[in-house]
């Protein structure tokens, strides 16, 4: 059995060593309830009160605009939802022969985003996408009439496009329309300020940068009103009821920090590697074609198609042959399906169909990523061959 080679950072990171020592740490030390009033109560609630402070500073938000939540995909519905039911307060949304409320949304939003506009659908709501050309770039010209409400993906999971999201945070801000940013792959992976941004809110998760799974977080601009998704305490101002994780929120704060101290450095050596590797992968595996590739990118993210290949039998071959990677589609009911995003682009069939996405982080190395484009050209040439 070959090595592991782990390209699928976009999925998940390995927590850093020493995010898992200050979760330890934490857990051993600090275990009280931070709303109890207490010793051990005051001890926890000051760590988690520093670690608010700090992740928010980070992301340039005021330690009030930020909310603790599992990840990104509760930080989206809370957003949405949240959003949505201050827009809409009452269960109908809209009368007999009043105008649908409308969420603008991007192509190829997470599950998280996408399902709750389908929920908001029997609601009363209608969604309105947004094109993009094909890079993945938004084309924003206006908003219809009756927008309530927009959520964009700020940089994509599938391709790594980072968007401009200015000229769309300008048109929601002069017409009072709430703009949700789903920031899960961005945060810890390129700069992100809340503030200059001009976001009402903006969502993340630890994992993504390498600090640990089930904590994230909820950037609400001071002011919003915003309806609750969780009943029961008095924790995170009445926003999320639940006892506040400390140690997890520790290791999230940790990884932020080493991250941004970092960051410079990280962000020039993924690039270079993504590059090398992108280079090496479309000579020694040609024709392949890089999906998105004049879009402004997530330095550690590179979608590239095969032509020829079927992407569900590479995804297997390369798992077998020691490559993590993650398909161009998804999984549903028993059937693959392409993925939204790059159906969007205008891929054609034999594109999407045989599209790998590889994500980087500054644990990969150069001769990993030789290895790995050596293995991934054997498989793809293998795949080729008439049978």
Known sequence: MPQMIYLDHNATTPPLPE????????????????????????????????CRENIAGRLGALPSE???????TESNNLALRGLADV????????????????????????????QVCRALAERGWQSHQLPVDSSGRLQFKDLPATTRLAAVILAHNETGAIQDIKPLAETCRS???????????????????????AATTLSFGAHKFHGPRGIGGLLIKEGTKFSPLHYGGHQEAARRAGTEPVPLIAGMALALE????????????????????QTVLCDRCSPAVVNGIDAWRLPNT????FPGVDGEALLVALDLDGIACSLGTTCASGATEPAPILVAMGLTTDLYRSAVRFSLSFLNTHAELEEAADRIARVVAALRKPA
Do not use: Y
């Open 87 to 114: 827009a809409t307060p009452h269960q109908a949304a809209a009368g007999p022969g009043d105008p649908s409320p409308v969420i603008v949304i991007s192509p190829g939003e997470h599950p998280s985003i996408a």
């Open 66 to 72: 930020l909310i603790f939540t599992s990840g990104g």
């Open 302 to 305: 590179l979608n590239i198609s």
């Open 175 to 197: 017409n009072g329309i709430p703009l949700h940013l789903d920031a899960v792959q961005a945060v810890g992976k390129i700069p992100v300020n809340f503030r200059s941004l």
């Open 19 to 50: 995010v898992i020592e200050e979760v330890t740490r934490v857990m051993r030390d600090c275990f009280g309830n931070p709303g109890s009033r207490h010793r051990e109560g005051r001890k926890a609630r000051q760590i988690l009160e520093e």
């Open 258 to 277: 080493l991250w941004q101290q970092r960051q410079a450095w990280h962000s020039v050596r993924l690039e270079q590697l993504r590059d090398h590797f």
